[in-house]
């Protein structure tokens, strides 16, 4: 996945919810059947990246063979303006696909707020989909604010910080900070022998633009309070302790100097700072762009720091990750025909071995480092393998129609004023909490 394409997600298109609530219904009096002498087609919107097309198209040929009476008319969802606004379009103009992936929890909580997605859980095979992909512990942090599931994760970037290892040894330092305490005490080492560098260099820290949020503050979250959901349904249930920690752990680093959020080019690898977000998807961007970036000698990575007495052992963190869903417009025939074909995708290990070595991108399974039909891959790649055993405890966005905009406020209310030093952590969550639960309301 490209940064552009993960801050693509969170721009809707301008149609309202209630127009496409409005859409979503009555569509199956004008719709097809969708089968036709005894076939029934399903269409399968794939995202707009070369490498998923190529395995969805390759499926579905392979399923095809096995089961001549459902086709699969695999296509690539239009990127402009956006993807969720080609969606939306589709939706409000009765042109929906079946099935689609490429969606995060958040935008999905847009269409199921509308109406406009199937409840996987109430369609006949999906507790054989779960069993059969090894995905129990994953599918948990899925659950929507009204008990349903509206979206199969395909993949869980479970998202860990990079440090500079060949940097913190010059510290005197041999492994990754776990908690708050060893973090400012790696702070302080670098501050008095390289003045000149940071530990977190970074211009996003100051920006509110709410998709950068998941690459600081949630992940800092996550870890601090243990996978709180932070906003149910309509209300805001954040830990306060646990979000004042993060801000405290910034306010401190802000104190000590350790922050940077002017532009720099590439501060990471060229050790301007020495820890930042890292997904998956940046291993082999570094491979070809930056060699001399090696995994255990110049950089590690590490589950997010979490505040002094908590359990270092079993960290969660932010998943960065999207799933399928199937539309509501869908006839039966079709809905019934997408779950055959979602079963047989997922009932074989192999065809998520396929999309690892496509994509990079770690299948959301709860065994990636278990199974041993993942063993020669992560053999070959071992830089993946922290990202695979992160996966069961990875959390995934919140599932609030009004996500784009409650991030936005965190940014502007508590993150960037903290990062900036102009405001107390107390005082900073205490804004944040009173502008959400009006956004709320």
């Excluded at 790649?381 to 784009?404: C, E, S, W």
Aim: proline share 6%; hydrophobic share 40%; with cysteine.
């Amino acid at each position: 996945m490209k940064i552009k394409k993960v801050a693509s997600i969170l721009f809707a298109a301008s149609l309202t919810v209630s127009g496409l609530a409005a859409c979503s219904t009555g569509n199956s009096e004008t719709k097809t059947s969708g089968t036709k002498d005894g076939v029934t087609t399903i269409e399968f919107w794939a995202a707009p990246n070369p490498t998923q097309q190529v395995y969805w198209k390759e499926v579905a040929e392979e399923f095809t063979k096995e089961n001549p009476k459902i086709k699969v008319n695999v296509s690539p969802m239009k990127e402009s303006p956006t993807s969720e606004a080609s969606i939306q379009s589709a939706i409000a103009g009765k042109s929906a696909p079946t099935l689609s992936e490429n969606i995060n929890r958040g935008f999905a909580a847009q269409l199921a707020e509308s109406k406009a997605l199937v409840p996987l859980d109430q369609l006949d095979g999906w507790d054989k989909v779960k069993e059969g992909r090894n995905m129990e512990n994953t599918m948990k942090g899925w659950e929507f604010a009204d008990g349903h599931q509206y979206v199969l994760p395909i993949y869980s970037n479970a998202m860990l910080f990079g440090w500079r290892l060949d940097i913190l040894k010059e510290l005197g330092f041999n492994e990754a900070p776990k908690t708050y305490s060893e973090m400012l005490a790696v702070a302080k080492k670098l501050k008095e022998k390289y003045p000149d560098k940071y530990v977190w260099a970074k211009a996003d820290l100051a920006d509110p633009t709410a998709w950068k949020r998941w690459f600081d503050f949630f992940m800092l979250y996550d870890a601090a309070s243990n996978g709180n959901k932070f906003v149910e349904g309509t209300k805001f249930t954040g830990e306060t302790k646990a979000g004042e920690q993060v801000l405290g752990l910034v306010n401190d680093l802000q104190k000590t100097n350790a922050l940077l959020t002017k532009q720099a080019k590439d501060p990471f690898e060229t050790g301007l700072g020495i820890f930042t977000d890292v997904g998956p998807w940046t291993i082999p961007f570094w491979a070809e762009k930056f060699p001399e970036m090696k995994f255990n000698e110049t950089f590690t990575l590490a589950l997010p720091p979490v505040p002094d007495g908590a359990d270092t052992s079993n960290v969660k963190t932010f998943a960065d990750t999207k799933g399928l869903v199937i539309y509501a417009t869908a006839t039966k025939e079709q809905q019934k025909a997408a779950m055959t074909f979602i079963n047989w995708v997922y009932s074989n290990p192999e065809n998520d071995v396929k999309w690892l070595e496509k994509t990079s991108l770690p299948p959301a399974r709860d065994d990636l480092t278990t199974n041993d039909s993942f063993k020669a891959f992560f053999e070959k790649n071992p830089a993946l393998q922290p990202y695979a055993a992160a996966v069961p405890n990875a959390i995934p966005p919140m599932d609030n129609a009004k996500y784009n905009d409650i991030q936005t406020l965190i940014g502007q209310h508590a993150f960037n004023p903290v990062v900036k030093g102009e405001k107390d952590p107390k005082t900073a969550w205490e804004d944040m909490q009173k502008a959400i639960e009006g956004a709320l309301k």
